[in-house]
């Protein structure tokens, strides 16, 4: 976005990267803490807001002004190389690591192995609770990001 875009793209990649720095955090925290526990659920619904209002600031106002300035040639391709990253990228946070590349890049590589070992010996849900929770959410982001979408075009 700074790139492709000037200062206006450096102000919301700024931005971005702030929110995205919260997140690691609040996700760092979040491991230490037990599921169930009234401490884990007010902290998840904090994320989950925060990350709603982040994908949302991304889809509606980051996205729409990039496309053009990069045409859909390099927007096709960006949204591959995303594709490709997303398979390497550590599965547990890190708010240690600085999120500016090259260093969030090279860092982040090097905590994904350790990472997938970690993730290999947790418990996790069955194949059967975890169908579940995605028809639940898919029903739950649907409703919320409409909702989200029709408060934002009153407030306008
Ligand atoms: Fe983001």
């Not at 999120?99 to 997938?116: H, V």
């Not at 010996?121 to 909702?147: C, I, N, V």
Request: aromatic share 4%; charged share 35%.
């Amino acid at each position: 976005m700074e790139k492709h875009l000037g200062d206006k793209g450096r102000e919301l990649a700024d931005h971005d990267r702030r929110e995205h720095q919260s997140v690691k955090e609040r996700l760092y925290k979040l491991e230490s803490l037990q599921p169930g526990s009234e401490e884990y659920d007010q902290l998840m619904i904090v994320i989950m807001d925060s990350l709603h209002h982040h994908n949302d600031d991304e889809e509606i106002k980051d996205l729409p002004l990039l496309e053009p300035a990069i045409g859909e040639q390099a927007s096709k391709q960006a949204a591959q190389s995303f594709k490709k990253t997303k398979k390497l990228v550590p599965t547990r946070a890190h708010p240690a690591i600085p999120n500016m590349p090259p260093f969030e890049t090279l860092l982040g590589l090097l905590e994904a192995p350790i990472d997938k070992i970690k993730d290999w010996f947790a418990s996790f849900p069955t194949e059967e609770e975890m169908k579940d929770a995605k028809e639940e959410l898919k029903h739950r982001d649907h409703d919320a990001a409409a909702g989200r979408a029709a408060a934002e075009a009153e407030n306008r």
